[in-house]
């Protein structure tokens, strides 16, 4: 099988061959489709955060593919079935996040393209247990992003408590962010789309934003409060200074949702202000098995669109490059079935 590897931090990815993956106990064995690139694989790549993955290793954690082969004692899925693999690849089931229903914050967990090799391949090996059915209707080009994207927004607007009719910033419109906008209005939200893209400005107006900030020409904040303020705000760009503007337009008792991870990243959160006026600073991260199962319904059921260029695998480097010069309108899915 042919796999995008991350040889070295900082340096281009190897299309490289390698033995096709034999699955252990526990584990299964998949022929992907599609896969789709989130910022988090250029992190890794880049060994940008403090907790490193270890070279070589394959990126990759919106995989969706076929399963081939089962390892010893798998029940739960079979041959021929179509599976998503997301960045929680594997976690303990024992301690008190897992019994909790918080297995996303399983201090055991393996992550997939980060502790273990991911999805930009051609098979990978899963846990069966973590893997998750797609529903008959979803394609597999609409699955990956959801697989990442949108159960990692799902939960952030969960996390938020976003009820009908509240005010919600979506800072940040890209892979993640379109579907923000998206989950936001069905839990009966109105909406704050923020980019410094005209082209993503448009794309969440398409998707029924209310109100389009362009944060080159307008102060976010400023702009949020003639609005009444928001009732929260899922902060979604990978940049400092996006996260405090965003948290400057919250009304009294707001929420920040960080989901991006900045490398470095540091916010500077004004004490006075969050005291007085009774804000939160939330951190979230992607959402648990449950979680992607009601994303898939969602989609299954026709309430969500998503929005996705698809490449071939040998585009790897390109596509990340363009991904980070902000040349892609939304998420680059590699499609793996289309050859090589």
Request: aromatic share 4%.
């Given at each position: ?140 080009l609409d699955a990956a992003p959801l697989t990442c994207a949108g159960v990692t927004t799902y ?118 202000d969050t005291v007085l006026n009774g804000t939160s600073v939330i951190g979230s991260i992607v ?54």
């Amino acid at each position: 099988m042919r796999a995008a590897v991350v040889r070295a931090f900082g340096q281009p990815l190897v299309i490289e061959e390698r033995p096709d993956p034999r699955p252990g106990p526990g584990q299964v064995s998949i022929r992907l489709e599609a896969s789709g690139l989130c910022h988090t694989d250029i992190h890794a790549a880049q060994g940008d955060w403090p907790v490193r993955p270890v070279p070589p290793f394959v990126p990759g954690h919106e995989c969706v593919g076929i399963v081939e082969e089962l390892g010893a004692g798998v029940t739960r899925t079979a041959p021929g079935r179509r599976v998503a693999v997301p960045w929680l690849g594997w976690a303990c089931g024992h301690c008190e996040h897992c019994l909790s229903g918080w297995e996303t914050l399983c201090e055991q967990q393996i992550n997939t393209g980060y502790g273990c090799d991911g999805g930009h391949a051609e098979k990978m090996l899963a846990h069966a247990d973590f893997v998750q059915p797609v529903p008959e209707g979803v394609s597999a080009l609409d699955a990956a992003p959801l697989t990442c994207a949108g159960v990692t927004t799902y939960k952030a607007l969960k996390v938020a408590g976003v009820r009908p009719s509240q005010l919600v910033a979506v800072s940040g419109i890209g892979g993640l962010g379109h579907l923000a906008v998206q989950y936001a209005k069905i839990a009966g939200a109105r909406v704050a789309a923020v980019d410094i893209s005209d082209d993503k400005l448009e794309l969440a107006s398409e998707l029924g934003a209310d109100l389009v900030i362009d944060a080159r020409t307008q102060d976010v904040g400023e702009t949020l409060k003639r609005h009444g303020g928001a009732h929260a705000a899922i902060a979604l760009a990978v940049d400092d200074a996006a996260f405090e503007a965003v948290n400057a337009g919250l009304r009294r008792g707001g929420r920040l949702v960080m989901v991006a991870l900045p490398a470095h990243g540091t916010v500077r959160i004004p004490v006075f202000d969050t005291v007085l006026n009774g804000t939160s600073v939330i951190g979230s991260i992607v959402g648990t098995r449950q979680d992607l199962a009601e994303v898939f319904q969602l989609h299954a059921e026709g309430r969500t669109r998503v929005s996705y260029e698809t490449r071939r695998l040998s585009t790897v480097n390109e596509s990340i490059d363009d991904v980070l010069s902000g040349r892609v309108k939304a998420r680059v899915v590699f499609d793996l079935g289309a050859g090589r």
